[in-house]
């Protein structure tokens, strides 16, 4: 194809693209979706508010336990033919990741230099990390993250980015954790995948920009959970769990501020109550 036609045809096809967003809107799941240069890959999702989802880190993931269109699951623990499964099942599908404490039971546990290991934070196995050390952490970032796309997860949510606010044995600082929580988003975005900011309420305010949806326990425990709002103002899903709340108590909040609200139990499994 000359110069010429190449470029009318590629008029009319952000034309059409145009036009079918305009008449379609936002699908069932949330999507935002358009098509990347080249045509080769498509933009990564954006989680609207609103969304329903379903949280199981333990057990083996059930695509039918749960109607909902959101799932997200261990990015360890599961592999490509289940997030192809609940994909089959129409759900979108986000990889949880922590990347804020090593952890002695995941398969690149001796990747971790240890001089980047801190105290112990409170779960079994789990030390902080030293965030600081950009240049050792982000390879092995980098690399889980490779993991989640390559299984076809559409987002990640990277756990534990709020290290400056707990006694890691490091003396971080808020700058620290937002350059660091900059670092993952753009690890996540440079391979397609949206990403959540995990907790970090404090930050919401400089980082709501660069992430594309947010994950929150125990908001409604604390009241806490009008901090959330810039998502919210912003078009982007709060995916919300409370463990010891009645949803009584918090779900008229919840649906009132537009979060993603539902009671789980702490081990995560297949259980919940939704608002």
Not at 31 to 36: F, K, L, M, P, W
Not at 118 to 131: C, S, T
Not at 240 to 258: A, I, K, N, W
Request: aromatic share 10%.
């Amino acid at each position: 194809m000359r110069h010429g036609a190449r470029a009318w045809a590629a008029l009319l096809i952000v034309l059409a693209v145009s036009v079918t967003t305009a008449l379609t809107g936002c699908s069932g799941t949330g999507d935002d979706r358009g098509t990347a240069s080249g045509g080769q890959r498509e933009e990564r999702w954006r989680p609207r508010p609103g969304l329903a989802w379903q949280w199981q880190l333990d057990g083996r993931v059930d695509a039918a336990a749960a109607d909902v269109p959101v799932y997200d699951i261990d990015g360890f623990e599961n592999g490509a033919a289940d997030v192809a499964r609940l994909h089959r099942a129409g759900r979108k599908v986000i990889c949880y990741i922590n990347v804020g404490a090593r952890e002695d039971y995941r398969p690149d546990k001796d990747a971790f230099p240890r001089s980047v290991l801190g105290r112990p934070n409170g779960w079994q196995g789990e030390r902080w990390l030293d965030i600081r050390r950009i240049s050792l952490l982000r390879p092995i970032m980098e690399r889980r993250f490779d993991m989640c796309r390559e299984k076809g997860f559409d987002a990640v949510e990277p756990d534990l980015v709020e290290g400056y606010s707990h006694d890691t044995g490091f003396p971080l600082t808020a700058r620290d954790q937002l350059r660091y929580n900059r670092m993952i988003a753009g690890i996540a975005h440079e391979r397609g995948l949206s990403v959540g900011l995990k907790n970090d309420l404090p930050q919401i305010p400089q980082l709501v920009d660069d992430f594309d949806f947010a994950v929150n326990e125990q908001c409604a425990q604390y009241a806490e959970c009008a901090r959330l709002t810039p998502f919210i103002e912003a078009g982007k899903a709060v995916f919300h769990v409370e463990y010891t709340e009645p949803t009584h108590r918090f779900c008229p909040v919840s649906r009132e501020l537009g979060l993603s609200s539902m009671r789980k139990k702490w081990e995560l499994g297949v259980w919940r109550r939704a608002c």
